[in-house]
């Protein structure tokens, strides 16, 4: 299990997402898992029940689980690519934390994105960001580099995670 930490600011504000989160490999498609792809899964139940399992995450709605598929998604392909061939990866979404203040859903895409990333060992998955003033939001460009219209944003990679523990570069 591994917490990716990911962190966007703009002009006025930012996103800062805290998501851990652990990979298994089996052989057949797992019971009560959301398929993602051929052989990929998700598993989120833990942050859908209420209070989280852990009792120190946050509850996610079904929308913003919604976006945890969508960026698995996205690195699906990298995934099953660094697996071992003929098995499932069952990804399991233990905790999620974030400030509401600094909570944008769309964020929980690119969390999941940046823990597969480090969990899989997969290269980046394209993705723009700017800031859209007019809109006081964060706007996404999936599967490109190049960034929306709008404000400039800036990535950050703290050495402590939101509850204050220091953070291991994996």
Do not use: C
């Amino acid at each position: 299990m591994r917490t990716a930490v990911y962190r966007v600011f703009g002009a006025a504000w930012g996103i800062a997402i805290d998501l851990t989160a652990g990979s298994a490999s089996v052989a057949a498609p797992p019971d009560g898992a959301q398929r993602i792809s051929e052989r990929v899964w998700l598993d989120a139940t833990p942050v859908l029940e209420h209070p989280p399992t852990d009792r120190s995450g946050l509850r996610l709605t079904p929308d913003e689980v919604g976006w945890l598929r969508h960026g698995l998604g996205l690195a699906a392909e990298a995934i099953e690519a660094a697996r071992p061939p003929g098995r499932h990866t069952l990804v399991t979404v233990h905790r999620v934390l974030f400030p509401e203040a600094d909570f944008q859903a769309e964020g929980l895409a690119a969390a999941i994105i940046e823990w597969s990333r480090k969990e899989f060992g997969i290269p980046a998955v394209p993705l723009g960001i700017s800031f859209d003033r007019a809109a006081n939001r964060f706007a996404f460009a999936w599967r490109t580099h190049q960034p929306p219209p709008g404000a400039e944003v800036r990535r950050k990679y703290p050495a402590r995670d939101l509850l204050g523990r220091p953070l291991h570069d994996d």
